[in-house]
């Protein structure tokens, strides 16, 4: 297992650098620079700006100087955009918001998605199981940036419970719409998988076996189909954590939440390099560890698989 | 959103073993689809849309683009659904008829889906099959290429290619397909494997028939039933995509529209009492998205039966 | 240049009482003294020198104080500076600091101004806004941001701790004028030197402004308190000032209607109903700025264009008066000039397509183009290129329908506003969407655009046009003068004129002393307070 873990931590190294060359490659190819304004700068001020940024040296040698900061200094370098501060410091501040409501809503996705599967599963073909069936799809297909000003608009304007926007880290007030606009679909989808495979798994022998026994019912679920039935809804759950890292830029744009997903986007569209790379290689990073996570809880719930 | 790959992987083990037995899996797996209320309701919604976007366009009073003046400027008043002016499903903000916009919309959005899903389901399997196939060090680096290349958080490289080579079709196309093919890959190489060793294969190459031949005409129509399921539940999450584009601005350009671009119109107006912007869209979104689940679902259930 | 103030005494010393904040008779003031509006994108930075847009600016107005404010109707009204003096030549200002404090209570010198604009113009600040203090006409600033000179070479100077002088290279009337803006602003020295490019957080910045900064979450809020060491405070009723960023202006309004917000742009195509619904909060003023569909007459661009009556027909089939009225709805007015309506000392020519009815204009329209050579069956083609904002798309797609009746094919090309700005500077577009803001309260801001050597980004050039500007920079009544030009245009149409904007906005009855007739907007938030309902 540890050399399992070693071999896909090596090949994390390559595939960063891989990312980051081609992004760093893409994003200089693209028209427009971080100092193309409105008002044309006289040539002077952008050779200054350029200079000041290291951008008139050979690609070849900006990808040097960056990976080298990196590397040995940890420096992402400064934002082009916001010149007050660093990418360090724009992640550092942007970064514990987005994991903060990331976290809270993966965790609430998972708990009522597998809540609503299991229910389903167990009630199989009765009222609840279409309830069940009915809401996940339909969550599954709301999209995000519908649900969000839906949510302001009702939570806030209408019944005055929530505060529309904004973010603090120790009001959960703050937290609540984000949460419910992130995690719906994917408490859907996680209901959907999990409810399917805890059918499959129900109608398997060993389940048969058990409740022939006479074990009651709800031992039989928790301590014998609930952890097979486990395993397809935790191959999905990596992907699910990134997409949710990037979908946060829906909610940072409706809630006002400060994370990285809008700052990515306005990087991109800013042509903000320092932060652009900076947040690609973060996720990039986060996606690497995610699947790696994965497959750890996989073998360990499947002892049959083997590395 | 992401397909659930252990039915996935079941679905291929089945195929195969099927294969083996020298039985088709289709002539049962039909009846079995048909069978399948959920499954049927599906494909019947997935027709009715499908005809109202090819002929829909028939039915409109006005074209997507052209401005209703008499509407124009007071549409929340003036621009509600109505049979009277021609605008079945009310005007957009601009006094542009919905209707003919939603028809146009929804070809968009069921041609960007659809081909998205091809390109992903053509790159996906050629390239696992190839892999499987050829095996050995080269089956080793391909699907290394394809561990490291899911490690890229590709929503940020598709924001990166739209902004870099400026928003097109032909990029949505190509940039939302090849997200999805390395799922499809890995499952083909899978399912190559288990085909490579059999009788017919084996008969082919002794006979000196190119690799490239064998994996043409053998391998790839013994993996159509997998294919065919991953490529209808590919459909919706490639639509899904598509609409988070559209969202942040970088999708077809006007007077084109697509459903996300519609919705995310819609949503912006929704407290300003045209409600049918959204409404009609939406609904047209979400029915569609419902009948390409139930019919991959039922499809898959319809090829794989398990004692339930 | 024109003579914007009169300031033609050997020796003109201003010394107006300081503006005091007042609540009018019948008037309660509010508890709680506080005001929230509404930015849509976060503030990029709080260096007064590198800081390029106006968002920004208002934030630093609070923060920090130049030598002149302004007052409700964009009068200058002295700020740090008590009082100033114009040598003969019209070339040194010389002004007399009041005995102001910074907010960790070091006093605010001369030096500090000196060492802000120097800051300015220096290569190593890479600055933004290098160009204004080209724009000012300050002594030597164009060599230093060139790098030729050294920045301590600049035209400003401390004679002692409470007088500063400025060399100008040339007389320019406006200059007094340009003293609000916040380039212009004094930073201080040690604690600049002290943190580098982190002086502006939250923790180390110090400010002379009424206000201090107590915290700048980006893409949340940022929130600033009285500053009680501001030499005014006593007349500073507010007491925190927040602005928040909501990327969404519909959600912002939502927000606004929670009474989460006191101020918030009116989404395009609401005022109407908003002012119907609410008449004390939806306000429209004429806002400082005009909106064109710039034509690419260089050598890049399409054939079709460079036939002026190809140009004249497009201009003449746009329908402006729909656009305004049917689509932004928001009491902006139709320009059928390039500056805006608005603007001091500013008549626009008479006669041309304004009178015309549009029948009138659209027959015209089509007779020119068929003389052309162009009509429907052989249409002019042509693309028109937009940046990703709404109200772009739904002029755009307007236009596209006005124009096609007449034989003229738009192809909507809409990229995102790097691409559109690195486009229309390099001459790689046909017609493309542009607004220009004023600087300053002044027609040649505007007009000064179109100079063959301006920023110009259709490359049209005329000669006349040129020497008549030229003229005007020193005449004594250049009204006459900016209105040939305006004719010239009309004439040539480099560009189509669409619409002189406004500032359609929600604010809040309760806040009172937000300026209503200042053209750029500039508020200052030592002015406001809040009544009681």
Redesign the interface.
Known sequence: MIAFILRRLA??V??LL??IV??FI??H???GGPFTAERALPPQVIANLEAQYGLNDPLWLQIWHYLYNIVVHFDFGPSFVYPDRSVNQLIAAGFPVTLTYGILSFVSAIVLGVSLGVVAAIW?NSWVDYIAVGIS??A????N??MA??LV?VLT?WYRLLPGGGWSFSDPSFWIMPVIALAT?YMA?IAR?TR??M??VL?SNHIRTARAKGMPEYRVIIRHALKPAM??VI??LG??F??M???S??IDMYFSTGGIGKA??DS??NRDYAVMMG??IL??AL??LF?LIVDVLYAWIDPKIRY | ??I????MKSLSTKLVQDEVRGRSPWADARKRFIRNKGAMLGLIILVLVSIFAIIGGYFAVWSN???D?SV?????QMGQPSFANGHYFGTD????DLFARVVQGTQISLMVGVVGAGIAVIVGTLYGATAGYVGGRTDQIMM?TV??L????Y???L???L??F??SMSMLFLGIGLISWLDMSRIVRGQTLSLKNREFIEAARATGVPAWKIIIRHIVPNLLGVVAVYATLLV?LMI?TE??IS????GV???LTSW?AL??EG???????TLWQ?AFP?FF??IT??GF?FVG?GLRDALDP??? | MTKLFTTTALLAALALPAYAVQPADGETLADSQTYTYWLLDAIKTLDPAKNTDVEGSDALRSLFEGLMNEDAKGEMVPGVAESYEVSDDQLVYTFKLRDAKWSNGEPVTAGDFAYAWQRVVKPETASEYAWYMELMNVKNATEIVAGDMPAEELGVKAIDDKTLEVTLTKPTPYFVSTLSHASTFPVPRAVVEEFGDNWTQPDHLVGNGAFTLASHNLGVELVMNKNPEYWDADNVLMETVRAVTVN?N?VA??RYQAGELDRVQI?A??YP?LSEQSPEEAVSVPYGCSYAYVMNLSDKGPEALKDVRVRQAMALGLNRE?IV???L?GGQKPAYSWTHWAINGFTPPEGGMADMSMEDRIAKAKELLAEAGYGPENPVKVSLQYN?D?SH??L???A??FWRPLGIEVE?????WK?HTDRLQSQDFDVARYAWCADYNEPSTFLDWFRTDGYNSGKWSNAEYDELLAEAATAEDPAPLYQQAEEILAEEMPAIFVYHYAKVEMINPDIKGLPRENLLNTWYAKDLYRVAD
């Open positions: 090949v994390a390559p595939t891989l990312l081609f992004s893409l994003m190819m693209a028209p199989h799809i339909g599954q297909v709301l999209p940036f519908v000003p839906l608009l304007l679909s989808s998988i399917s495979s059918l499959e109608g395993l397809p191959s999905y992907p699910v990134v997409s890292i990037t979908g830029v829906v990515f986007v991109a569209l947040v690609t996720v990039g996606t690497i699947n | 959103m992401v659930d790959e252990q039915k683009e052209e401005l003046f124009m400027g007071q549409v929340a903000n601009l006094g542009r290394r561990d490291i899911m490690s890229i958080p929503m940020f490289v924001i990166l290619l902004v870099m400026g928003r919706p899904l609409s988070f969202f942040l601005g970088l350009q006007e007077p996300g919705i995310s949503a912006g107006t929704m407290n300003y009492g959204l939406l979104f979400v998205l419902f689940f679902d398990k004692e339930r | 969404d519909n309004l939502t989404p195509g609401q109903r729909v009225d049917q689509v709805q990703t709404d798309r739904l755009a797609i307007a596209q329908q909507l090309n809409n990229v995102e691409v």
